[in-house]
């Protein structure tokens, strides 16, 4: 059992309820989502030059691409984090703890 899902556990047993322990994992997915979407236009910026040659009719810069890339992966972490984030509010913290 990983140490995330036995501190989940824990929480439910003190008393969390299924909304805070699914705005907790949720608002973890958002934070991690945010620094790759930060690193990943960063690097996509600094890159551009190599990949130019590659475009046609999209300049290296353009921002409505890149929003559109960014904004498009984030809706698809978010939902992908809300799946283990339901079960995550679910879980019964007694057979959680006593299965480790």
Known sequence: MTGSRIAMAVRIALGA???EVLSLVLRRTVVMTGVGLALGLAGALALSRLVATLLY???PHDPTTLMTAAALLGLVALVAGYVP???AARVDAIAALKAD
Do not use: D, F, N
Request: glycine share 12%; aromatic share 0%; charged share 35%.
């Open 17 to 19: 309820q299924s909304r």
């Open 57 to 59: 009719g999209v300049p």
């Open 85 to 87: 984030a339901r079960r």
